[in-house]
């Protein structure tokens, strides 16, 4: 038996129970990993909410969908070089909350020397939403950004991407001038509170947050501005939101949304393949707010819910 964490019932975080389940068993084609790291993403606490069940999400779920540790056993077809390696895995829109995960042989990368278990499950999915929400708003060196949202693991890979590619400026929005400064650390040129006042004249905008206030941040674009959503945790835009889209006719403004599971997985692979080498190096930061015990993930989603954390929570089980 193994330690896993699932989704007993539907709402707050004291809906998650830890409880011991049979160790799985990889079919074709997947990995077992003994996990040393599991990130606590946004969409696991969204998910725990309930608010995703029409999408298919029913209690008794395993949340979690970015673990790293050791492949510990191979299922048929797989290359049994991967066996005892260290590797990031992807294990879909669930079981990561686990001691000993399944992953497709497919979606797990070689950690490289010099990359914690811990580190890479801070950046292997929020570093490859950070860089294709770029390549999706042609952003280009020199130019100006802004990162609504920049708080999140996802906000804080797009600053420093923004900041290492050589943009103009980039400004964030954020909650706090404590978060603010720990921005500017990492590269943000520009802080303003969540409204965004006083900001204006973005050639990109990478929105995270979505929600009702989405529709005033076209006013802060230029002309020919690219604005892209990434998340939306504030929920969806208001009902005028395509009134407000239209009114911005004259500044022939972009907008697109993003989503990784659009983006082929051998391109996905190689920008996380390089991202980690280059967090390796010491180029990328990771940025774990706080290690908890896998057994406590309620107080990690608690932590999620009351908007404390900036970066990732990782769930260690061992
Ligand atoms: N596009 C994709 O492929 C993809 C992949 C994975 C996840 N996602 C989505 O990305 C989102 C989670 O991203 P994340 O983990 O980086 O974010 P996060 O940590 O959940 O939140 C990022 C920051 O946004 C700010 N924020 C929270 N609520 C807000 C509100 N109501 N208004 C304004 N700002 C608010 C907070 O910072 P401050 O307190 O400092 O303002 C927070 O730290 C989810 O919507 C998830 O579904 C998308």
Not at 205 to 230: C, E, H, K, S, Y
Not at 257 to 269: D, G, N, R
């Amino acid at each position: 038996m193994v330690k896993a964490v699932e989704i007993r019932q539907f709402g707050g975080p004291d809906g998650l129970a830890v409880l011991d389940v049979p160790a799985p068993a990889p079919a074709a084609g997947q990995v077992l990993i003994g996990t040393e790291a599991i990130g606590v993403a946004g969409a696991d606490v969204v998910i725990r909410s309930g608010a995703l069940a029409s999408y298919g999400f029913t209690e008794g779920h395993i949340p979690g969908s970015e673990v790293a540790g050791t492949v510990t056993a191979l299922g048929d077809g797989v290359d049994p070089a991967w066996l005892g390696q260290r590797v990031w895995a992807f294990t879909g829109t669930g079981g990561g909350y686990v001691e000993q995960a399944i992953a497709s042989a497919e979606a797990i990368v070689a950690l490289p020397p010099g990359l914690s278990a811990v580190d890479s499950v801070t950046l292997g999915s929020s570093g490859v939403v950070a860089h294709f929400g770029l390549s999706h708003a042609h952003f280009a060196p020199g130019e100006s950004v802004l990162v609504r949202g920049a708080a999140g693991s996802i906000g804080i890979m797009t600053v420093q991407l923004a900041a290492m590619r050589g943009a103009g400026s980039v400004a964030v929005t954020t909650s706090s001038p404590e978060r603010g400064a720990r921005l500017r650390a990492l590269g943000a040129t520009q802080v303003l509170d969540r409204s965004g006042e006083g900001g204006t004249g973005y050639d990109v905008i990478i929105d995270v947050v979505a929600g009702a206030d989405l529709p005033t941040f076209f006013d802060r674009l230029t002309p020919n501005g690219r604005m892209v959503v990434v998340g939306a945790i504030a929920g969806q835009p208001p009902a005028e939101f395509g009134t407000k889209l239209m009114a911005s006719f004259q500044k022939s403004m972009s907008f697109a949304t993003f989503s990784a599971a659009t983006a082929p997985a051998a391109e996905q692979h190689a920008v996380r393949t390089e991202q980690f080498e280059a967090a390796a190096r010491g180029e990328l930061q990771p940025v774990v707010h706080e290690l908890l015990p896998l057994e406590q993930a309620v107080l990690a989603h608690r932590k999620m819910d009351d908007g404390e954390v900036f970066g990732r929570i990782v769930l260690t089980p061992r």
